[in-house]
């Protein structure tokens, strides 16, 4: 079984990595302010200013450990990866089905149903949780939007075509968000929530989503390449230069158990605060470096916590989920599975 292994997040500006024997070393005004051993590590994100040493991008490279520059606020800018030792066949086996429409609906359809049955679950656990205590309105509301998913989840798995697929997925999508903002407990009116945004952000919680969905993409894409899998060529999502197509198709599963949750999670619990955020001019909004440390802490300790695989039936932490979905896929392309068994959330 494969380890879980830990992600370095470095946030301040102008930080230095290095290589000091086999330790990454961080440095801040010349001032050594961390280390890790290398073979712990499967991924060192940079947010911002960030310079690292020849040396140890190099040991990262030799080692498979993912290397990504991101913007302050979480967009993707760079990666920094050794020679991919993946299996050509698989990779093969990965790009004709994905020439395939028919084949790849078997996929995808799967993928997104997972992704509704898992929208469901969150709606289900906010009415266990907090019901009770909601006005009439917000529990029918939340009710009915439970019922259309539930619906939508049994539709999905009939669905032949591509376009029928994608139109299904995002009206879904448009049904969970439509009460969102019930999930959300917090009386401060800056969390208000009045629909998805993105590129950029124009509210607090749109920016907190984004950059959770940023440290799962890079999650996403580093199970698909530790397994052989080129993240580049999806199923659901279609071919697009720089666009990580197979990692946006896996990462539909997590998006509501992983990133959506603990975003609700940090509000709720007044983790993060309306203060935490920046108000840029053009309108778009960014959370700052203090609360930057505060969601990537949540992160991994989101990751730690123990799940039971609802396919394999084992114990496994859920930061190890995307490794396993990747290789059940992986399975799957090769034959060895009638069908991919997506992540749904109990």
């Given amino acids: 079984m494969r380890k879980h292994l830990n992600t370095i997040y470095v946030t301040t500006e102008d930080a230095w990595l290095r290589k000091d024997g086999a330790n990454i070393v961080v440095e801040v005004e010349g001032k050594e302010r961390g280390r890790a051993p290398l073979h712990l590590l499967e991924g060192i994100m940079c947010f911002g200013r960030i310079g690292a040493s020849p040396a140890l991008l190099a040991a990262c490279a030799e080692a498979g450990i993912a290397f990504s520059y991101l913007s302050p606020i979480g967009r993707f800018l760079a990666r920094v990866e050794g020679p991919r030792s993946g299996n050509v066949l698989l990779r093969r086996a990965q790009y004709r089905v994905a020439d395939d429409n028919t084949r790849s609906v078997l996929i995808a359809r799967y993928i997104v149903a997972a992704k509704v049955a898992n929208q469901r679950t969150v709606i289900r656990r906010v009415l266990r949780d907090y019901g009770a205590s909601s006005p009439e309105a917000s529990q029918k509301a939340l009710q009915a939007a439970e019922a259309w998913l539930t619906d939508t989840t049994r539709r999905i798995v009939k669905v032949t075509d591509m376009d029928s697929l994608r139109g299904i997925e995002g009206e879904a999508a448009r049904v969970y968000f439509s009460v969102f903002n019930l999930f959300i407990r917090s009386e401060d009116p800056a969390f208000q929530f009045g629909g998805r945004s993105r590129r950029p952000p124009l509210d607090r919680v749109n920016a907190l989503l984004s950059f959770l969905y940023a440290l799962l993409g890079h999650d996403c894409r580093s ?124």
Wanted: aromatic share 8%.
């Fill in 223 to 346: 199970a698909l390449e530790s397994v052989g899998l080129d993240p580049q060529v999806g199923f659901l999502h279609a071919d697009r230069p720089g666009r990580t197509s197979l990692a946006l198709d896996l990462m539909e599963e997590f998006r509501p158990v992983l990133a959506d949750r603990l975003a609700l999670n940090l509000i709720n619990r007044a983790q993060v605060r309306a203060a935490d955020f920046t108000c840029h001019e053009g309108g778009g909004i960014t959370l700052h470096d203090d609360a930057r440390k505060t969601v990537l802490t949540a992160w991994q300790e989101r990751k730690k916590q123990e799940i039971r695989h609802p396919f394999l039936g084992e114990t496994m932490t859920f930061g190890l989920v995307a490794h396993m979905q990747a290789l059940l896929l992986s399975r799957y392309l090769r034959g060895e599975l009638d069908a991919y068994p997506a992540f749904i959330w109990k």
